[in-house]
Structure formats: structure tokens, C-alpha cells
């Protein structure tokens, strides 16, 4: 009589459980995966350390153009300094470099008399709502080219601009002051007064406010002559 068939031994699946208790089993069961998920996490870090390397390398050749385009402008040579700077802005967009190579464009432009350019040129990049540590100085060089222009009660309100978005209290008092001027000489009396009021009520510990005291008191005295 032969021997009953003993059926082959099932080799024991690890439980879920043992899988949790043992990080280790579950990482050979699914070895294949966990390669792919590394290979992919290998080449995403790689990909991150491409990009950062990359634009680190860009923001630097970016600053060293401005550099030597700020050194011709210093030398005298405006027009090339000018032709620089929009070399800058075109190739490097996007980098601090290029967004200070905005506002010193337009500097070169308002030496070189060009004033209507630079005030075009200014109020379109204050449309793109820079950050503010470009878009202060950017305003109050709006405010110099509309003076220039000859159009000091736009002038005003782009100094007036400048002042409520500069973070430094000397900064603000001084865009007031320079506010002041230019609504005083577009005749808008008030609006100067305000202004320099704004620096006695606010900003008493600048520089700024025997200048605004005087100011101040030649426009009431102004008043005062035309009641008369």
C-alpha cells in the first residue's frame, strides 16, 4: 500500500503585522519599487541642485554686468552705459540685477535728459508691483523725472508714494519734503502743507523737520499775505 501524497510546504507570506514591525521585510517584498522610488528621488534632488546652481550662477553674472555698466556710466559715457544696462534687463530678467538695472537706466536716462523716457519707462515697471525695496526708489525717481518734466503735482503724489511705502522714517520724511516742493510749486498749497505737516506730527526725530518747521510756516505766511 503506498504512502498518502504529502502536498508541498507553502512557503508563510510575511503578515502585515510582521511588516510593521519589521520595516526591513517589507522592503525586500517590494525591493523593485523601492528602487524606482529612489532612482526618482536621486534624480529629483539632482534636478533641484541643476536649477539652484544655475540660477546662483545667473544672479551673479547679472550683478557683475550691472558693475561694469555702473562704472561706464561713471565715466562718462552714458549712451553705452545705457545700452548695457537694457542689455541687462533683457537677458537677465527676473534677477535683482536686472530689476536695479531698471532704475539705473533711467538715472542715465534723466542725466542725459531724457526725462519723458524715464517717466514712461518708471510707471511701467511700477505697474508689475515690485517688491518694495526696488519699488521706493523707483517711485521717487518717478517723482524727480516728473519735475523735471515739469509736471510737479504728479511729482507729488509720486513722492508722496514713496514716502508711505518707504520702511525707514528718515526715508519717509524726506520723500515728504521733496513732495512738499513739488505740490508748492504746482500751486496745490494744501496738499504741500499736508505733507509737511505729516513730518512735524510723525517723524519729529529726523533731520528732516526744521526744514519742514520752515517750509511750513512760508506757506502759512503766504496765506496769511494773500487774506490780507
Known sequence: MSSPTVPPKKTQQPTVAAEVADPM????????????????????????WVVTETGQRR??????ALDQARNIA???????????LQKIIET????????????????????????????????EYLKTNPKKVYKVPAQ???GEALENAG???????????????????????QYLLSAARAYGNAGKVDEAVKALQAIIDKYPKTTALTE??????EFTQGRMTLAK
Not at 517590494?30 to 528621488?41: D, K, N, S, Y
Not at 544672479?59 to 557683475?64: I, S, V
Not at 537677465?92 to 517717466?119: H, I, K, W
Open 25 to 48: 521585510i517589507w522592503v525586500r517584498k517590494h525591493q523593485r519599487l523601492v528602487l524606482g522610488i529612489a532612482g526618482a528621488v536621486v534624480v529629483l534632488a539632482l534636478g533641484a
Open 59 to 64: 544672479q551673479l553674472r547679472a550683478a557683475e
Open 74 to 84: 561713471e565715466s562718462g559715457n552714458l549712451p553705452l552705459a545705457a545700452s548695457e
Open 92 to 123: 537677465f530678467s527676473g534677477t535683482d540685477a536686472a530689476t536695479e538695472a531698471v532704475v539705473t537706466l533711467n538715472q542715465v536716462r534723466m542725466v542725459n535728459g531724457q526725462s519723458e523716457l524715464a517717466v514712461v519707462s518708471l510707471q
Open 140 to 142: 521717487g525717481l518717478l
Open 151 to 173: 509736471r510737479p503735482e504728479e511729482a507729488g503724489a509720486a513722492y508722496v508714494g514713496a514716502a508711505e511705502d518707504a520702511e525707514v522714517d528718515y526715508l519717509k520724511a
Open 212 to 217: 519742514a518747521r520752515v517750509r511750513l510756516a
